[in-house]
Nanobody, 132 residues
Framework: QVHLVESGGGLVQPGGSLRLSCRAS?????????????MEWFRQAPGKEREGVSC????????NYVDAVKGRFTISRDNAKNTVYLQMDSLKPEDTATYYC????????????????????WGQGIQVTVSA
């Protein structure tokens, strides 16, 4: 069973930065191949629907961002460490949410999951609060 574990959340003032990490535990005794999964960060604020924030292809060569975070957030991955990151700069109060990482199989090396794609694995979520 694959487990995705997020870390790096917390409380930060507006204008500050946080880096979220999502690490995948081994799929089997032979190890977990994160390189087989496209990865995406989602977030959900209280009273709002969950939204996709940013995705990264298996190769890392393709990334997409929701308009609200373009120019402020950067997604990256290190397949050797089975970890995907979300660097969040110039944070705003409206970025406050629970952030989740998710893994999607069945995609090409340079594909992000299309809207509505079914994800294989989800993390438990981590809280990010932006407040003065």
């Amino acid at each position: 069973q694959v487990h995705l574990v997020e870390s790096g959340g917390g409380l930060v003032q507006p204008g500050g930065s946080l880096r979220l990490s999502c690490r995948a535990s081994p799929l089997s005794p032979h190890g977990y191949g994160m390189e087989f999964f496209a990865m995406e960060w989602f977030r959900q604020a209280p009273g709002k629907e969950r939204e996709g924030v940013s995705c990264i292809s298996r190769s890392g060569g393709i990334t997409n961002y929701v308009d609200a975070v373009k120019g402020r957030f950067t997604i990256s991955r290190d397949n050797a460490k089975n970890t995907v990151y979300l660097q969040m700069d110039s944070l705003k109060p409206e970025d406050t949410a629970t952030y989740y990482c998710a893994a999607a199989s069945g995609l090409g090396r340079d594909q992000c999951p299309p809207v509505g794609y079914e994800y294989d694995h989800w993390g438990q979520g981590i809280q990010v609060t932006v407040s003065a």
